[in-house]
């Protein structure tokens, strides 16, 4: 192997200066194994942002992390979670997962980041009835499913995924959805989530401004790259502040002026 190619792969070891430190941040510090990581008694945050890690091991000590951090790394498999208890954030973005698992004893996770894997159904998450921040976009799913439980979320992040419907969405505390970059062709069953407060979903294949009734309180709505012809139906809409509606079929910008209440539009 030539010297460029073993600089390449060559990984670097954990090194703790501090015993008692509350935040570890190990980012691209080409580290190839979680470990050396037991001599920690106070730690709540560890990043290991940007590294080459291939395998969730040697955490088991961990008890006081509320926050963990593998974004980008090489982990094909949520394991070894279980005596996290404290966590309520997990950053596992950009990974090589394919599967949501390993997290059931999480109960106290309140942010869980699963963006850019391979993800193709959501499940495994009835046990994480704290959850508030659910981030999904850019996997492979195709239904919004298997979220009865999360009755607190408060954000839920589904774009350029292969979502066809807007369905299952009984989230009463929901403020924002953001579902860009899917399949979805109507706008439905919104009123299953009656505060939301941000709504992005741009680029669908969306041709009708319909069932707006029940989400009277946005203040964002992001129509942007749709099938739209006509602008209808968004006089129920009286606190909306942007409407984000460029890039569809007709030049619709004379009725946007003829809506009093907006403050931005685009």
Same mark, same amino acid.
């Given at each position: ?111 869980? !980041? ?29 239904? +919004? ?11 839920? !992040? ?41 709504? !992005? +979903? ?62 931005? !539009?685009?």
């Amino acid at each position: 192997m030539s010297a460029p190619e073993n600089e390449e792969n060559s990984t670097e070891d954990i090194l703790i200066e501090d015993c008692e430190a509350l935040d570890v941040d190990f980012n691209q510090a080409r580290i190839g194994k979680i470990q050396h990581l037991e001599v920690l008694t106070r730690v709540e945050t560890l990043c290991l942002r940007w590294n080459l890690i291939k395998k969730i091991e040697n955490l088991n000590t961990l008890t006081t992390l509320t926050e963990l951090d593998l974004y980008d790394n090489q982990i094909p498999v949520i394991e070894n979670l279980d005596p996290l208890v404290n966590l309520e954030s997990l950053d596992l973005s950009f990974n090589r997962l394919r599967k949501i698992e390993g997290i059931s004893n999480l109960t106290k996770l309140r942010k869980l !980041y699963l963006i850019s894997n391979k993800i193709s159904v959501i499940e495994n998450l009835e046990a994480l009835e704290n959850l508030e921040l659910l981030e999904l976009g850019d996997n492979k799913i195709r239904k +919004i499913e298997n979220l009865e439980s999360q009755k607190k979320l408060r954000q839920l !992040y589904l774009g350029k995924n292969k979502i066809s419907k807007l369905e299952n969405l009984d989230f009463p505390l929901l403020d924002l959805l953001s579902i860009q970059n899917n399949r979805i062709v109507k706008l439905e069953n919104l009123d299953m989530i009656p505060r939301i407060d941000q709504l !992005y +979903i741009s680029q669908n294949g969306i041709e009708v401004i319909e069932g707006l009734e029940g989400v009277s309180n946005l203040t964002i709505l992001d129509i942007a790259t749709n099938k739209i012809e006509t602008l209808d139906n968004l006089d129920v809409l009286e606190t909306l502040e942007e409407l984000w509606c460029n890039t569809n079929q007709v030049d619709i910008i004379i009725r946007i002026l003829n809506f009093l209440n907006l403050n931005n !539009y685009i």
